[in-house]
């Protein structure tokens, strides 16, 4: 079983940037493909960015195409979201997640507990 634990989030200024860190537990972290999702108040939680194991294909929301970054270092077991160019509409709790392969099909067996991230206009 892996465990997930996030962080760097925060609160930004509309332009800003921040960079997220999830780091994986129990299990390494090149067995899985990640992704990050988010959850804004008041809205559903939705697919941000994903990574394949080896960190050669990344998959993003159309809404944080060139603004934001997927990457990975597996071996300090760790996955990152660099994200740039903040938007208010960026504010959300961001989460790491699992996949159930080492390419991202979409099945996420494990997440994160969140870290909180405002971007204030």
């Known amino acids: 079983q892996v465990q997930l634990g996030e962080s760097g989030g925060g609160l930004v200024q509309a332009g800003g940037s921040l960079r997220l860190s999830c780091v994986a537990s129990?299990?390494?972290?090149?067995?899985?493909?990640m992704g990050w999702f988010r959850r804004a108040p008041g809205k559903e939680r939705e697919f941000v960015a994903a990574?394949?194991?080896?960190?050669?294909?990344?998959y993003y929301t159309d809404s944080v195409k060139g603004r934001f970054t997927i990457s990975r270092d597996n071996a300090k077991n760790t996955v990152y979201l660099q994200m740039n160019s903040l938007k208010p509409e960026d504010t959300a709790v961001y989460y790491c997640?699992?996949?159930?392969?080492?390419?991202?099909?979409?099945?996420?067996?494990?997440w994160g507990q969140g870290t909180q991230v405002t971007v204030s206009s």
């Open positions: 129990g299990r390494a972290l090149s067995r899985f493909a």
């Open positions: 990574l394949n194991w080896s960190g050669d294909s990344a």
């Open positions: 997640a699992a996949d159930r392969s080492t390419v991202v099909v979409g099945d996420y067996i494990a």
